[in-house]
Nanobody, 125 residues
């Protein structure tokens, strides 16, 4: 059974940093594109960023560009979301997602097959 498990969420002050991890199990995810999404209270889930299956390309929402960085672990079954210069508006539940594809840009929820359970990130002002 495929599982994605996020970790690393928590409470941080504005301007601080957090690193989220997404560990994949159940199969080899080296050929999977990985994405991060977030959902704030009362809002729809939104795209944060995406990394291609080979780790060569990353894409980010404008709201996080320059502050967030997505990377893949050496074993390719772990993906990280490094979040710097956090703002209160970054407060949300963060989800990782996976899709077996070589496509380069996957900003839509419907483009992913597998989802984690989410991890809460709270940024205080």
């Amino acid at each position: 059974q495929v599982q994605l498990v996020e970790s690393g969420g928590g409470l941080v002050q504005a301007g601080g940093s957090l690193r989220l991890s997404c560990a994949a199990s159940g199969r080899t995810f080296s050929n999977y594109a990985m994405g991060w999404f977030r959902q704030a209270p009362g809002k729809e889930r939104e795209f944060v960023g995406h990394i291609t299956w080979n780790g060569y390309n990353t894409y980010y929402a404008d709201s996080v560009k320059g502050r967030f960085t997505i990377s893949r672990g050496d074993a390719k079954n772990t993906v990280y979301l490094q979040m710097n210069s956090l703002k209160p508006e970054d407060t949300a539940v963060y989800y990782c997602a996976a899709r077996d594809t070589a496509r380069s840009y996957l900003p839509k929820e419907s483009e992913y097959n597998y989802w984690g359970q989410g991890t809460q990130v709270t940024v205080s002002s």
